[in-house]
C-alpha cells in the first residue's frame, strides 16, 4: 500500500512536470520528446508501473479510471506538443491555457489519483489487520 502511494505521488509530480516542458516547447520550439514519444501512456515510468500492477489492482474501478485518463493525458500532451513543435505556438498555448483539454484532463487526472490514493488509505487497515 505505501509503494502504491508513493507512486502515485510520482505519478502527480511527473505529469505535473509535463505543463513545464510543454510552454517551454512553445516558448522554443524544441523539446526532447517527439509528440509520439509525448503520447504513449506506456513510455513513462508511471504507465510502465500502470501496466504490471497485480491482476487485483487493475480490477478495480480507481484504476479503470486513472488509466483511461492518464492515456487522455498523453494524447493532449501530444497534440500541445505537435502544435508547439511545428511553429503553432498560439493554437499550443490555446490547447494548454485553463479550460482547454490539457487543462481540464490534468486536473481530472491529478483528482482521481488523489481519490485512489485516499481510497488506498482507507483499505490500508484492513489490509493489515488480515495479514
Known sequence: MIKLCKQIDNARASHGAWK??????????????????????DCCDFGRWLSVL?????GTEYFETVRTLHAQFHKQASVVLGLALTGHRQL?????????????????LG???????????????????TR
Open 92 to 108: 499550443a498555448e490555446r490547447a494548454m491555457a485553463p479550460g482547454s483539454g490539457f487543462d481540464m484532463l490534468s486536473a481530472d
Open 20 to 41: 513545464a516542458r510543454l510552454a517551454y516547447a512553445i516558448k522554443s520550439g524544441v523539446s526532447e520528446f517527439t509528440p509520439e514519444l509525448a503520447g504513449a501512456d
Open 111 to 129: 483528482a482521481a489519483l488523489n481519490r485512489w490514493k485516499r481510497q488506498l488509505a482507507v483499505a490500508a487497515p484492513s489490509i493489515r489487520h
Open 54 to 58: 497485480p491482476q487485483e489492482t487493475q
